[in-house]
């Protein structure tokens, strides 16, 4: 009997393992069931945002294309340097304004002119400085010609005092070459040798070198940080390559000395107004010029290079 009990009670602990181990392995299919159905939701999800993100990005890839298409129209237009842009926009400026805010600004225009007229006219009195004074004009004319905040009297004088040693150390070069030259010339006048002759033609070859080197000299201590040797290297190169500034550069300075040569009288009737407004307009006028030139340069790497912009 005893045994009969136990081989019962044995049967029914393993019918309830068994039936134990049947949920357990149902409670796994279920589960395994939810993550494949939750991974498929997910997938679908997954599929529908990626089309959604597809037609999004199809388009925004549509207007950036239109907006591509209208600026290679734009492009399709000849290609203006930063000189026809400023133009342009003064010429939008002009048509804005009234004529009395026209006047108005000539005024000030003039009135500005005026006033570094005086400083490049004082700081020329003790005649070493005047490379330096050269320097501080420019510095102030080209940012006047693109149109950048100048304050006339600290601007220049900052100018004046940063390159005042670099300018009059060419200054006085130039002084004592110019030295040289007259009394060359002087010697020539005054003889009929064979030597003459030879001192005509260095003469000669000394007009060329100055001819070329200076116009453009202090234009660039003005723009550029270099040693003096390659500020005239430079510039004797610089007029050569961009020929029609060195002469605009040239002319403009040198033509009221001929004027001057040739009619005396009329320099004792205009003298002041060199003293007043002509220096800095004549130097106005040339940076017009000049700036294209170094906006040339710049865009060069090889030239680049070999100039550091201040």
Not at 151 to 157: E, N, S, V
Not at 161 to 172: P, R
Request: proline share 3%.
């Amino acid at each position: 009997m005893s045994k009969k009990k136990s081989s019962k009670k044995g049967s029914k602990k393993n019918s309830n393992k068994k039936a134990v181990v049947k949920k357990q392995i149902e409670e796994k299919q279920l589960k395994e069931k939810k993550l494949k159905e939750d991974k498929l939701q997910e997938e679908a999800v997954e599929e529908k945002t990626e089309e959604l993100s597809k037609e999004k990005k199809v388009e925004v890839v549509s207007e950036e294309e239109k907006k591509n298409q209208e600026l290679l129209e734009d492009d399709k237009q000849p290609f203006k340097d930063f000189s026809e842009v400023d133009k342009e926009y003064e010429g939008e400026t002009r048509r804005i304004l009234s004529p009395k805010e026209r006047f108005f600004q000539l005024c000030e225009k003039f009135g500005e002119m005026f006033f570094l007229n005086i400083l490049f006219t004082v700081t020329c009195l003790p005649i070493i400085t005047i490379g330096a004074s050269f320097t501080a004009l420019y510095t102030i004319t080209f940012k006047m010609v693109r149109n950048e905040d100048v304050t006339i009297k600290r601007d220049f004088f900052r100018a004046f005092k940063s390159n005042f040693k670099q300018a009059t150390q060419l200054w006085v070069g130039l002084m004592v070459v110019f030295g040289f030259v007259y009394w060359q010339l002087r010697i020539v006048m005054n003889t009929t040798s064979q030597k003459a002759n030879i001192l005509v033609g260095l003469l000669g070859i000394e007009f060329i070198l100055l001819t070329f080197a200076v116009p453009l000299l202090f234009p660039f201590v003005a723009r550029y940080k270099n040693t003096n040797l390659n500020m005239v290297k430079n510039s004797f190169i610089a007029s050569f390559m961009y020929f029609g500034t060195w002469a605009t550069v040239f002319f403009l300075w040198m033509i009221p000395v001929i004027v001057y040569y040739l009619r005396p009288t009329i320099f004792y009737t205009t003298w002041y107004l060199w003293l007043l407004f002509l220096s800095s307009f004549v130097a106005y006028t040339c940076s017009h010029r000049l700036r294209r030139m170094f906006d040339k340069i710049e865009e060069e790497p090889d030239l680049g290079k070999e100039e550091n912009a201040k």
